[in-house]
């Protein structure tokens, strides 16, 4: 029965993993291509709830979730190009300031527009409750959620992988300069990565805003675990942070399953056992130009 | 792209993140035609959106003072700040009396920043009304003279749903699971619960204590459906509620949930269709009577929305201040303490009339349970609550649902 049970935290552990897997893997491309640290990248994530529950009073759950990242996608674009595009030659401390300062000034704006006291939309009545498979208990809507990650994960992967574009994508993350001799220019491939980054956080957040309370610091609530996460999967890794964001949802299970005081600590544990055997993470690879 | 340091990044990211944390204050200067009073409640975390409603209500109550003349003829200069957390909480209150000049404190949500902001009251010598904060600690082993508590307290939550689920036959006999906050309130709260418990014959067969800032449930969902509960009971707070209660919803679990703890901002965010089971409050907008219907009437065309518990509390709160320091003609704390502990009975916007009982400084007024209004027959997303008959009953002493001496005892240093 003990183990049984423990199964079961493993497997919602995984769960989680895919959901905090949305907002790092973004976060985990834009540094990885750009050199840039995105702080501001919560501030999506807390637009695209937002902007969600602002659709779903007009429109129906459906259309709310796949117009709310779009949209977030486009003002990503928007922030590329007349933001992050002037820091990627300068000092990293100047990156680091306007996109904290962003978030700070998306919280605000968050407040001024929707108000400072939460927003709340609701789980539609096809994926409330609870399905039993085998001996485990998942949320339908939490099945829906892992569903979508993996089609995002997958579409993720072919871009980078199978496609020319991903080639030169791989390609800048590594050795940046020898794109550009052979004449490429990276910043377009910036702007898409951006949009997707940012679009992938506002899904992530369209998707929880039913199930987590939808409130203007909630973007910076989400910033810790997807750190920790990237750090823990190491840099310009693609399945690096996919293993970390699944370990860091399964280690806090279990830690709540045995210890349940451990278990927002757990991660932090884990980040830094990974960090004194590994310090590029998991399957970081050594990139030349962050060493 | 150029060359980037790791470490350089993660080191700036540190220091941003220590700088956010620390706030910039507003600075102020004493007037000297001015009655400065200091206001603390958490803008910020999770009790941060109660918080903004306790602003609201003060800020409100500040306002009518000051248009009908004032307290003793001159106007009164509200400081009011984010308390953050109890150390910052303490920072402030020694800041507001020692150096801003305020003669006495009101505030609070968090128990935990409440209690310093106690002690700091004491050493002062000022007079400060912990106006949200429930723990009955506060008002028992860390009670101090200088000290006044305007909110319900722990056991009189847990009386007054507890009495409620009694009558619907919710509690004798049955097997409870509690989810508790991880810290001096939720303690407190699941003392308060247990002694209910061991009174009522009922079972407490597990109990999670869960950190503040824990936002994903489903790990503690799992374990309250291995153990097979009859009734979950929720002694969570602020935006913790929210999300249990949504995740519960999630999850459909077949148990029914309650609670000993709930803010009206935390059901309204929850939203209608989520929220379920008995719980208690300590006010709500639509109790008929007219001071309750004036305060909601100016907070409305005010802000456009109808007022949390919160709000009325602290603007009470300010108001009954404002009654005290009239009547006494003097802002000396010894003056008011002696002026309080007269038992002087305030209209705070209910049935019965409150009043500080003299030995542990406790505003003694009538609580309710509520049970949920189903959706269809909410008038707007503010109308969720149907609350049940106010406890203690019409003819019974209002004292009686409050903690005795004996069971929570307060030692005030002359």
Known sequence: MQFEFLLEQVVNGLVLGGYYLLIALGLSLIFSVGGIVNLAHGAFYALGAYVFVELT????????????PLAVALLGIVFERFILRRFYASDPILSLL????????????????????????????????????????????????????????????????????????????????????????????????????????????????????????????????????VVIGGLGSFWGVVIAALLVGVVRGIAIHFQPAAGEASIYILMFLVLLVRPRGLLGERIEKFE | MIRTSRRTLLKASAALAGASALGFPAIARAQAEKIRIGHLTPLTGFLGVIGGYAQL????????????????????????????????????????????????????????SSLTIMQVAERNKKVFFSTGARSDALRGKNCNKYSFHCDIPNTVMVNAVGTALSQKGMVKGKKFFTLTADYIFGHDLLKAA????GTHEANLIGDELIATDVTDFSPYLLKVRQAKPDVVCCNLAGNQVTNLVKQYAEFGLPYPLVGFNLNTGDAWAAGAGNLSGTWPTVWYHTLDNPTSKAFVAAFGKKYGKP???????????????????????????????????????????????????????????????????????????WDMLVLGDAVPAANDPLEQIYPTREQNPCEMKA
Do not use: C
């Open chain 1, 57 to 68: 009073h007009h429109l129906g759950f459906g259309a709310s979730v796949v117009i709310s």
């Open chain 1, 98 to 229: 306007v996109t904290f300062g962003l978030a700070m000034v998306a919280e605000q704006a968050i407040r001024m527009i929707w108000g400072a006291a939460p927003v709340s939309a609701e789980i539609p009545q096809s994926f409330r409750g609870s399905v039993i498979l085998g001996d485990f208990l998942f949320s339908r809507y939490r099945l829906l959620i892992l569903a979508v990650v993996a089609v995002v994960l997958v579409g993720i992967w072919l871009l980078l992988h199978k496609t020319s574009f991903g080639r030169v994508v791989r390609a800048g993350i590594q050795r940046p300069d020898m794109v550009a001799s052979l004449g490429i220019r990276l910043q377009p491939y910036m702007t898409t990565i951006v949009m997707l980054g940012v679009g992938m956080a506002a899904l992530g957040g369209a998707f929880f805003a039913p199930i987590t309370t939808v409130h203007p610091a909630m973007g910076a609530e989400i910033m810790t675990v997807a750190f920790v996460v």
């Open chain 2, 57 to 112: 209500g003060v800020k409100l109550a500040a306002e009518e003072i000051n248009q009908s003349g004032g307290i003793l003829g001159k106007q009164i200069d509200l400081l009011s700040e984010d308390s953050i957390n109890p150390a910052t909480a303490a920072t402030k209150a020694q800041r507001m009396l020692e150096q801003d000049g305020a003669v006495v404190l009101l505030g609070e949500i968090s128990s935990a």
């Open chain 2, 194 to 197: 247990k002694a209910f418990f």
């Open chain 2, 307 to 381: 007022p949390e518990n919160h709000a009325w509390i602290d603007y009470v709160t300010l108001k009954l201040l404002a009654e005290a320091i009239n009547t006494t003609k003097s802002t000396d704390s010894g003056e008011l303490i002696s002026y309080f502990e007269k038992q002087s009975q305030f209209d705070i916007g209910k049935a019965r009339k409150a009043y500080f009982r003299s030995w542990d400084h406790q505003l003694v007024q009538e609580a309710y349970p509520f049970t949920v209004k189903p959706k269809e027959q909410m008038k707007d997303q």
